[in-house]
T-cell receptor
Framework: LAKTTQPISMDSYEGQEVNITCSHNNIATNDYITWYQQFPSQGPRFIIQGYKTKVTNEVASLFIPADRKSSTLSLPRVSLSDTAVYYCLVGGGSARQLTFGSGTQLTVLP | GAVVSQHPSRVICKSGTSVKIECRSLDFQATTMFWYRQFPKKSLMLMATSNEGSKATYEQGVEKDKFLINHASLTLSTLTVTSAHPEDSSFYIC???????????FGSGTRLTVV
């Protein structure tokens, strides 16, 4: 199982762009990278998923370098409501391979 | 699309009783669902994989006789915590995959408090 390493916490201010990097040095060839957001006492919410290069949707961008040993979640212009824990998961299609790491507690300050 | 509904959202029960938690996929069929447990300030830990029409697969260290899982249809999996004790108090979350484009969708979670 690919293990992921993320910063435990990050602080930002409203309106700033936030980049959270995740390391996954032993990612397998068929593994995808998925990011989830979790608010207290709620289930995780899917943010974005990618395999290589760059993926963008309406809420975030995901940057994956060529060696795929890391990935960066980019949140543009964060607001107070983006304060949450963000999880980077690496897996190839079975939730048994979707191991949750410690996550990153993002705190957005006014 | 890809909505997972989980009930109840919170439950308080007496020590020694059993509690059932339901997980439903509302707009898709899920042959496989997953159950997680999360303690305060901690990450999610996969407990078991629920397979429609067959036995669940439990992760190492999870007691199958204590956490009974039933996946009788393509849209419903249940987790029953039997003879609950205070140490079973936790946040239980289910998930299922609605397709590659949605990743794994999670339920809203169930806060179990055993008193």
């Amino acid at each position: 199982l690919a293990k992921t390493t993320q910063p435990i916490s990050m602080d930002s201010y409203e309106g700033q762009e936030v980049n959270i990097t995740c390391s996954h040095n032993n990612i397998a060839t068929n593994d995808y990278i998925t990011w989830y957001q979790q608010f207290p006492s709620q289930g995780p919410r899917f943010i974005i998923q990618g395999y290589k290069t760059k993926v963008t949707n309406e809420v975030a961008s995901l940057f994956i370098p060529a060696d795929r040993k890391s990935s960066t979640l980019s949140l543009p212009r964060v607001s107070l409501s983006d304060t949450a824990v963000y999880y980077c998961l690496v897996g190839g299609g079975s939730a048994r391979q979707l191991t949750f790491g410690s996550g990153t507690q993002l705190t957005v300050l006014p | 699309g890809a909505v997972v509904s989980q009930h109840p959202s919170r439950v308080i029960c007496k020590s020694g009783t059993s509690v059932k938690i339901e997980c439903r996929s509302l707009d898709f069929q899920a042959t496989t669902m997953f159950w997680y447990r999360q303690f305060p300030k901690k990450s999610l830990m996969l407990m078991a994989t629920s397979n429609e029409g067959s036995k669940a697969t439990y992760e190492q260290g999870v007691e199958k006789d204590k956490f009974l899982i039933n996946h009788a249809s393509l849209t419903l999996s249940t987790l029953t915590v039997t003879s609950a004790h205070p140490e079973d108090s936790s946040f239980y979350i289910c998930s299922a995959s609605g397709g590659a484009e949605y990743g794994y969708t999670f339920g809203s979670g169930t806060r179990l408090t055993v008193v």
